[in-house]
């Protein structure tokens, strides 16, 4: 186990009816609200009513920013820095999954900094203040809720970059499970393979004696596994929708992280994917991550094994481990087919004209991963793999 | 799974050397500091050295005040508390166990408070405002180093009160592992026992569709049965010692008890063994919670098997359920006795003839437990059960 620091002190409102408390809970904080949100699902649902009746029975003014899409912009999130910059705007409440809370982040940061905003996701700076935010979860997937990442697509070139720090984790986190019934199969299925890939990075790591994380890591895939069936089948199944929304918070709040050091190159090669194509994330994911695992498990195939074993019940097979390795994957793979991803770049219709292109800017800024160092050729190998 | 809120905003520095972070921890909080500890343990091992050091190099005035007992008791709270307020004390440093950190929770209430410090442990007040405190742990047991509660024990009487607030969670707490190196074999298996006894206690729930909390919690339970042989054997093994102090941590952060209804009877019972015969939390808890099971198991024998197979390895056998279930409580007995713990009053050389009286004290403000609700009698069975 490594040396590690953690504290997470996001504040979790969780249950039926919990959007309720979004207008006391922002007022502890501020007292003009950016309200930033994407398409019009949030109005569909009454949730857009019920959050702004309880800001306004809070007191509090409200700005408004809708519009934010997925693999969210650049050009928005500087929209939303001069909106608060003019208005004078003191809390930032995000109201969607990853891209809106991502693009509140950015927003967040941005405020308060004289430069240019995407200087933080390239390492020329790092913020000293952000201005505080909040969060009403609609999409479980990304995990940005609890979080002290955010990633945002620049257009100009297609970037697509991760940054992150301490002071961009939301004040409070709002999470009911309810609000994710409309949500429909695809993007359930795309929310679900992004929180196990936020597992799976810090579950395959080069750290030995990690038992205890081991096991939380272990116990989070084994409940979206048996939750995200019942889910598709019942999209109205409160209890599978909790278990599912919960466990991506868990996923990627960094306690199943501590002591160890996680990969994050499959997510790294996913990116420069939705960075072109605009695919979901999720779906980007189902196609890099079992790519990846064959072109790494050699490094530790005991690992793999175990995995295979304790997640997806493989027989375990002490006498041909390398087997019961490549199971796990073949299950893992199922698993996405099943509850409708693809696995492949062809079945998601990307082309493989700019899978180079795609390696070489994944590897710009050197190698990738942290389980095995991958360069551009390894990159390129994977994506190769994952056609 | 019920509706909750969860916010832990416990800072936790892990790893090798972690005591030298204390100074500039709390440098951040406060300028004279109550550096509260028990015996001479602290001294042993040189820890007292390095906590001074490192308090000194951050420029922090210091009052000392050592000899926490275990069951910690009132009367050292009371003189903490005018300690503190006659050398105007903004911070309390606990150096130690769950007794000391109980006991600086219990003076950090206190000093803001005109009443008796005793009101908040039978509920006659809550505080409203109290000193921060921070935590050098050295024994991991109690998981007070991040939880919201503080036990206390009045002499006069012989009660043993508990009370819990968000405001107790101490602002940073230290954990390095091998502090733990040198604590005896039947110490290092109280803390075990107690770990354990916080996971089951939040476990044996009434509230059904807690799947991920259910796995949290075994994966938490099957990591310090498997690291507790190795502990007691290699009591310096870095990586063994780690999973137990991290686990100790998790079991009582209130994370596993997320969306459920805890039982917490074996805890009210063990506490009038302890307030009264002075046996360690953790070999009362070892006695009482067999006795607890034996006695309840029937409320939900499905979830008593679970446990049996889940935790314990015991084979899975459908058309024997209560079988199943009672094979995993003897597994957790045969542990207990493994490691060296009792698991019968009379093996803790404590006798029969005060078991009215504890059966009486425990419910006099009402049945307790959840999972089954106790009254005196039932109380009374449980302390036959465990002779």
């Known amino acids: ?19 309720n408390y979004v207008g006391t809970e922002t007022a502890r904080y501020g007292s003009k609200v950016l309200l930033h949100y994407g398409g019009g699902s949030i109005k569909n649902y009454g949730l857009y009513d019920r959050v702004l009746k309880s800001l306004k029975d809070a007191g509090l003014e409200i700005i408004e920013l809708g519009g934010v899409q997925s693999n969210p912009r650049l050009s928005m999130v500087k929209k939303g820095i001069d909106i608060c910059r003019k ?11 990853g891209s809106v809370i991502d693009s509140a982040k950015a927003i967040a940061a941005g405020v308060t900094y004289n430069g240019d905003v995407w200087d933080f996701y390239t390492r020329k700076a790092v913020p000293e203040k952000i201005i505080p935010l909040g969060v009403v979860l609609t999409i479980p997937a990304a995990g940005s809720e609890t ?17 992150e720090s301490e002071m961009l984790r ?13 949500l429909p199969p695809y993007q359930t299925a795309c929310g679900v393979s992004d929180i196990m890939a936020h597992v799976m990075e810090r579950y395959f790591t080069r750290v030995q004696n990690v038992d205890l994380t081991d096991r939380l890591c272990e116990a989070t895939l084994e409940t979206v596994i048996g939750n995200t069936p019942l889910v598709l ?12 929304m919960w466990a991506g918070t868990i996923a990627h709040n960094d306690l199943l992280g501590t002591g160890r050091i996680g990969d994050w190159a499959s997510h790294g090669i996913e990116h420069e994917l939705s960075g072109i194509y605009d ?17 790494v498990y050699k490094q530790d195939v005991e690992r793999f094994a175990q995995f295979a074993v304790r997640v997806w019940n493989v027989e375990a097979d002490f006498k041909n481990v390398e087997k019961v390795a490549f199971k796990g994957i073949k ?4 698993f996405y087919k099943k509850i409708g991803l693809p696995i492949t770049l062809k079945e998601a219709n990307i ?18 991963g942290n389980f095995v160092r991958l360069d551009k050729n390894d990159v390129l190998e994977i994506l190769m793999l994952a056609r």
Request: hydrophobic share 35%; aromatic share 12%; net charge neutral.
């Open 1 to 19: 186990m490594e040396n590690f620091t953690f504290r997470n002190a996001t504040k979790i409102i969780f249950g039926k009816d919990a959007e």
């Open 279 to 295: 695919i979901a994330h999720g779906a980007g994911l189902s196609i890099i991550f079992p790519a990846w695992m064959k072109y």
């Open 170 to 182: 939301p004040k409070f986190a709002i999470l009911n499970p309810e609000i994710s019934y409309t």
């Open 351 to 368: 082309p493989y004209d700019r899978l180079e292109e795609m390696a070489e800017k994944c590897t710009e800024g050197g190698p990738r």
């Open 147 to 163: 979080s002290g990442a955010s990633v945002i697509t620049k257009e100009e070139g297609s970037y697509k970059r991760a940054f």
């Open 233 to 244: 089948k019942k999209p109205n199944s409160y209890q599978a929708r909790a278990e599912i």
């Open 331 to 334: 299950r893992l793979e199922e």
């Open 87 to 97: 208005e004078k705007v003191d809390f930032i409440l995000a109201v969607g999954g």
